[in-house]
Each structure stands twice: as structure tokens, then as C-alpha cells.
């Protein structure tokens, strides 16, 4: 009777890693592109960096303590990453009311309203950023432009970002040879010097993170190769098929939010596919939306609306799109 066996409920297999430790490696991968931030932004980007992670926790714990009266969470750090990943998403000279305004849609509305984190459907900073872009048009697309460190909250200079300055001349009738004279070179874009919101620059910033994040399993590589590669594939086609109408595939890559939305936000563990076949689904489909809502729909950008569509796929993937189970019997002929 000694040997008896117990079982217990699952799971039976236990990891090292936590949900802290896993938020802590996001946001040693964004250090590099805050650095950054800061460098071209200066004082704008600490301001608000550190309003929308403050207001962030800060909501978290006030919408648990007092509303569902229940366990506070606000030590595993999801609630910062959030706050980081809206501050990324916003110009550098957003006003701090509204930052908090969107600070309370992204973790009351669309986190705690669904139960707090691992239940939400859709990530919590792009839906505060949506709101605020169609709130506040003119605030969301008022960018500043890299004025150094010393440049004041105040007093940054603001202008479009490469993508407007495309989009609106190719609409205007103008070739893209012409325009890019207009915009500051490829490597200039690798490096951050450019307008947009503070996540939007510095591509090499946002690799050295994506590097970090690889090397330490916090993500896989399905979901930002698939994103990446669907969109450099699509923008190759259109700038083959027109290339005057059309601007190159580095271009797309280099601005706008592509690479912060595939690397940081695609891959939120909440709101993104669960097997590897579901997650190249996933960032394909998001790579060849933002592609069509860039060229061909009103907005410069559309990485934050195809993250959104495709999280809404997401449950109907994890439901269909399923690994062989183990043991499964396979017929022959």
C-alpha cells in the first residue's frame, strides 16, 4: 500500500517563470527606446512616461481596492507595462489630463472591466491609444519633432511624421522619388531622428529589445516575423507594381509603429494566439491590415487597429487552430 500513487489536479508541470519576472523583462527590453525618447524628446517623454505608468497602477489599485474588492496585482508589473506601452503610443507633448484620461480607458475599461489581467480580449494600451486618437484627433496628431534632450514639455516644435508627409503628398499627386527628399533619410530613421509618437522611432532601439526578449524566451519568434515578414512582403509587391505611388518596404518598416506593434504589443500574452501554427495566423493577418489601412485607407498608420481586429480572432484561433493531440491515432491511406 506504500507504492500507491497520488494524483493530484492539474497542472502537474511547474516553470521558474512569473508573471513579474515576465513583465520585468518587458520592460528591461523598453529601457533602450525610452533612452531614446528621451535623447530626441527630452523632457516631454519622462513627463509622460511617468504619468501614464503612475496613473496606470494607480487606477489598477483604486478599480480593485474599492470597485471589485479584490486582490491587489499591482507588484506584477502588468499594470507598468501597460502605462509604458501607452506612453510609446502617445506624442511627447500630450497633455497630462488626457494621459491619465487614457491611463483610466486602458485599465478600467479594457482590462478591469473584463476582470483584470489574462481576461481581457483586447490589449489595454492600444485600446487607450485608439481612444485617444479618436477623442482627441488633433492632440493625437500634433508630433513633435527630435529637438534634443534640453527641449522643454512645453515648448517642442511640432510637425508630421514621414508617413503623413508621404501619404498627403501621394494623394496630392506627387511622386514618392520627390517626397522622400522631404523626409529624413533611411538610416536617420533607423536611429530615431524623426517626428512621431515616442514608440514610433528609433528602430535599432526597439531590436536591441526584441534581441533581449529572444535571448530570454519571454517571447517566441512567430508573432513578430510573421508581422514583419507579411508586411515587407506586401509593401515589396506594391512598390514593385508602382513605385512612384508606393514608397519602398524599409520605409514602411523603419516608421510609424510596426515594429513597436509586432514586437511589444502583438505579442501580449493575453490577447495573442496560444500555439505557434495560430500566431503566424495572427501576425500575418495583422501585417497585410496595416498595409491596406496604410495605403489604402484614410490614416497614415493602422498598426494599432489591426492589432485590435486580430485580437478579436484570437479566441476563435485558440479554438480551432489546435496542435495534433498527444497520442492522436493517424490514418494510413
Known amino acids: 500500500m506504500s507504492n500507491l500513487l497520488n494524483v493530484s489536479p492539474s497542472p502537474h508541470v511547474y516553470g521558474k517563470e512569473t508573471t513579474r519576472k515576465l513583465m520585468l523583462g518587458v520592460v528591461l527590453a523598453l529601457i533602450p527606446a525610452l533612452a531614446a525618447s528621451i535623447y530626441f524628446f527630452g523632457w516631454g517623454a519622462i513627463i509622460v512616461t511617468i504619468t501614464a505608468v503612475l496613473s496606470c497602477v494607480l487606477f489598477e489599485y483604486l478599480i480593485q481596492r474599492f470597485l471589485l474588492k479584490k486582490a491587489i496585482t499591482i507588484t506584477d508589473g502588468s499594470a507598468v507595462v501597460t502605462g509604458l506601452l501607452l506612453a510609446f503610443n502617445l506624442p511627447s507633448n500630450f497633455p497630462v489630463v488626457l494621459v491619465v484620461l487614457g491611463s483610466l480607458v486602458a485599465i478600467g475599461v479594457a482590462k478591469m472591466t473584463f476582470g483584470g489581467l489574462g481576461n481581457n480580449p483586447f490589449n489595454p494600451a492600444l485600446v487607450g491609444r485608439v481612444f485617444m486618437l479618436i477623442s482627441f484627433p488633433v492632440q493625437m496628431t500634433s ?6 534632450f534640453g527641449t522643454g514639455y512645453a515648448d517642442a516644435v511640432t510637425g508630421a511624421t514621414p508617413l503623413a508627409v508621404i501619404k498627403a503628398g501621394i494623394k496630392g499627386g506627387e511622386q514618392v522619388s520627390a517626397l522622400m527628399d522631404q523626409v529624413p533619410s533611411h538610416m536617420q530613421l533607423f536611429y530615431g ?17 526584441f534581441a533581449y526578449m529572444l535571448i530570454r524566451k519571454i517571447i517566441t519568434w512567430h508573432i513578430p516575423v510573421s508581422v514583419i515578414g507579411s508586411f515587407l512582403i506586401f509593401t515589396t509587391i506594391l512598390w514593385h507594381a508602382a513605385p512612384e505611388k508606393n514608397a519602398d518596404p524599409l520605409f514602411h518598416l523603419l516608421t510609424g509603429g510596426i515594429l513597436l506593434g509586432a514586437i511589444y504589443m502583438a505579442t501580449d500574452y493575453v490577447t495573442s494566439p496560444m500555439n505557434p501554427k495560430a500566431m503566424i495566423i495572427y501576425g500575418c493577418g495583422i501585417g497585410i491590415i496595416t498595409v491596406v489601412i496604410r495605403v489604402f485607407g484614410a490614416y497614415p498608420e493602422g498598426v494599432s487597429f489591426a492589432i485590435l481586429i486580430m485580437n478579436a480572432f484570437v479566441p476563435l484561433m485558440n479554438t480551432y487552430i489546435k496542435p495534433k493531440r498527444f497520442g492522436e491515432e493517424v490514418k494510413n491511406g
Request: proline content about 9%.
Open 143 to 148: 508630433w513633435p519633432v527630435p529637438s534634443g
Open 193 to 209: 531622428y524623426m517626428g512621431g509618437s515616442m514608440g514610433e522611432i528609433a528602430a535599432a532601439a526597439l531590436l536591441i529589445g
